[in-house]
Structures are given as C-alpha cells and as structure tokens.
C-alpha cells in the first residue's frame, strides 16, 4: 500500500457530516457572493488570528497582491522577500510593478535570516515581506526593529503557517497585515481556492474590502481600479467548519513531527529543528540530505510518496531571467537538498514507522 504525501479525501472525511450541512445551507439561502457565511468567517477568523480585522480574498496570491496595492507604494519601490520562498510571494511583488530584493533564508530556519537585511536596505525600500516557511514561524523581534528604524511596513506570507504561534501571538497578528491561503492541501483548507487578508489597521481594511470588489464600497460606485477577489459563501461555510478544529489538526501535526525527530537516526539525514514546539504548525516536515534524488526513489519503491519544496528556487525560474545570474548558495543549496516526508493530521501510525524504517535503513 502507498503512502500518499497528503490524503485529502481522508482529512475532509472527517468533518463530512457538518461541511455537508454547511454547503446546503448555502445552497438554501440563494445567496453566493459576500454574505452572512463570509461575515462570519472574517469575523472568527480575525478573532482566531488575535486581528481587528479580516478580508476573505479569492486565493493566497491575491491576499498579497492586494496587501501591496492598497499601500501604494511608488512604482519600482523595493520589496524585502526571502529568496527561497515559493514563487508567489515574489509574483505578488512584481505583480503591483515593485521590484523583490531577495534575502538569504539562514540554513536552520529556512526562514528569511534577519541579520542579512540591513544591509540590503535602500531609500527605495518599503516594506520586508516575510515568509513562514513550511509553517514555522519567523523570528520577528529584530525585523520589527528594523521595520521601525527605517519605516518599513512589515507584510507576513502566512500561507503556510496558519495558526502557528510567536511570543503568544499568532501568525497574521505579526506585522502590519498579512496574507493567508486557503487551497485545499494548506493546514486550513477549502474545497477549492481561497484566502485571506488580516490586519489591525482599519484604513487598510477598509481600502481592502473596496479592492477586493471592483474598488466599490456602494454598489456601482468605483473609489479604486479594483479586481474581482472574492472568497464566496460556499468555501467560507466550510472553513468556518473546519477552522475549529484547525488547533486539534495542528496538535497532531507536532505530535507526529516529534515523533519524526526522534525516530529517525541517519546520518546522511538532517532533520528541521526547532526550539519552542508552538513555533511551528508542521506545514512540511522537510528534511536535508546531499542524496536527495537517490533518497526520493528509494522511499518511491518502497511505496512512500516524497515532495521537493521547492525544485528550482524563483531566481533560476524562467519567469525573472532578469535575476537568473544572481548568486544565492544557501537558497540554491536548500533547493537541492530540501526533500518533504508525508505529514498530516490523518496518517496513521503505521504508516509513520514504515518512513521511519526505510529512512533509517
Ligand atoms: C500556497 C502559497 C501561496 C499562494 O496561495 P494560493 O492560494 O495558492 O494562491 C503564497 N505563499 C506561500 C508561501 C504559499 O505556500
């Protein structure tokens, strides 16, 4: 039997019986597009976040793009973003005619390393983006600092890391706003596309709200060039379905990371670290080795699905040829090294030991 990388079918299985009930409830109400469901979820979402405020969005990309076209900033602005972050994040830079300056992840975290942005800084700069990545949080204290000094604002990529714990506050409370994903396989997910704005400024709200439908707070009338961003009353009843047991999935997600941590003893295998377990809601369990392909097909033949987060690093994309000669060795290292064990709140046990066994052997 295959171990999948993720069980999807399996995890919204759980919960069929109330998403069911939700789902028909908004069938019955002839209602689709900004209504109650969406309300309430901003609400209880905002509320679960520790935020004044939420913005639902259609997709985790448009939460980010939307983020950095409500601050106006100039054109070519310079954006802080880490370089081995999945290619939204810097899509969503390029996307409002901003330029990403990419900073080194540090080789432990895998976040964005805080001691190599100062210098990185310009008159130009506006803002540092920083990523979750695989669903541990950043160190914020010394990019607050920095964010302060220079009068930057601070925009979280929590796509990866919804729930997911710094200093007593949670991701999405971290910065100045930030920008969730809702797609299926993220640690809260819907039945398609979805997303999610949260901040504490009520100016940047209210200016969100508008860009998210056609730059219009009253029907027909056009404050701002908006998109059409919605997250609609179907995906808002089921996360707000699956948003309270988003804690429980997490709980469980850290059960089995430990367990990875203390299991699996191999050498040419080195495991994430962390040091307070609140830190981080196991997004990926992602492991390093300098045999990473011959790793991925040994565990393949023995019926265990493995996924590289992430292969080719944004710079080398086709998309930025403009930045393809940069060098980023640690970035480029990661993405060569970097392979993602199966981790979900639905694997079984057993299945947990046969990775443990075939890594270890
Ligand atoms: C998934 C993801 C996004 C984009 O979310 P979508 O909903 O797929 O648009 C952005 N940033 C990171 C780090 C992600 O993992």
Known sequence: MTIPFLDLQKINAQYADEIKEAVNRVIDSGWYILGKELEAFEHEFANYCGTKFCIGVANGLDAL???????????????????????????????????????????????????????????KTKAIMIVHLYGRVVEMDKILLLAKKYNLKVIEDSAQAHGAIYKGKRTGNLGDASGFSFYPGKNLGCLGDGGAITTNDAELAESLKALRNYGSQVKYENLYKGVNSRLDEVQASVLRVKLKYLDKENKKRR??????????????????????????????????????????????????????????PPHKQGAYKEINNLSLPITEQIHKEILSLPISPVISMNDINRVIESLNS
């Open 65 to 123: 793009i939307l983020i950095l076209r409500a601050y106006n900033f100039p054109a070519m602005s310079e954006i802080i973003v880490p370089a081995n972050t999945y290619i939204a994040s810097i899509l969503s830079i390029s996307a409002n005619n901003l330029k990403p300056i990419l900073v080194e992840p540090n080789i432990n975290t895998y976040n964005i390393d805080p001691d190599l942005i100062e210098s990185k800084i310009t008159e």
């Open 255 to 312: 059960e089995i990371a430990k367990y990875y941590l203390e299991n699996i003893h191999n050498n040419k295998i080195i495991l994430p670290q962390i040091s307070d377990p609140e830190s981080h809601v196991w997004h990926l369990f992602t492991i390093r080795t300098k045999e990473r392909e011959q790793l991925q097909k040994f565990l393949l033949d023995k019926g265990i699905q493995t996924i590289i987060h992430y292969p080719i």
